[in-house]
C-alpha cells in the first residue's frame, strides 16, 4: 500500500520533471497513471491511490497505447486468469482476419458471457491494440 504522502511525493515530483519554467504545465492524467504502471501498481491500486475507477485506469492505459508509449504494462496479464487472457489473445487473432478494427463486440461474441469487457479493454492494449486501431 502506498500511503497519501508517498502518493504526493510522487506526484509532485513527476509534476516537477515536467513542468515548464515561466508558466506551469498540467500533467495529462493518463501520464500520471503511466507512473504507476512503470511502478508496476496493480490496476486497482492505481485506481485506489489516485481515486479512480478502474474504467478510467484500464481508459488511460488505452490512451498511453494510443500514443504509442513505451511503458511496459506486460505485467497487467495477471489482472485476469492466464486462460482468459489467452482466449481474448485468440480472439483478437480471429477478428482482424476479418476487419482492420479490434472492437469489444466482436470479440465478446467469441469470448462469451463469462470473460468482461473490462478484461478485454485490458488484454486489448497489453497487446498493443488501441480502441480505435484503424485512425492511426
Known sequence: KMS????????NEFVGKSREPEH???VPT???????????KSIKEIARVRDLT????????????ADESRVD???LRREMPPSQFIKIEKAI???LKKEKEVR????KNIVGPNVSFLNIR?????????PKEDNK
Open 24 to 26: 506551469e504545465k498540467k
Open 30 to 40: 493518463h501520464e500520471v497513471t503511466a507512473e504507476f504502471i512503470k511502478e508496476k
Open 73 to 75: 504494462m506486460r505485467y
Open 104 to 107: 469489444l463486440t466482436p470479440i
Open 4 to 11: 497519501k504522502k508517498e502518493l504526493e511525493r510522487i506526484q
Open 54 to 65: 478502474p474504467e478510467t485506469v484500464i481508459a488511460h492505459i488505452e490512451k498511453l497505447v
Open 122 to 130: 485490458l488484454a486489448r492494449a497489453i497487446l498493443g491494440y488501441g
Open 93 to 95: 487473432k480471429e477478428v
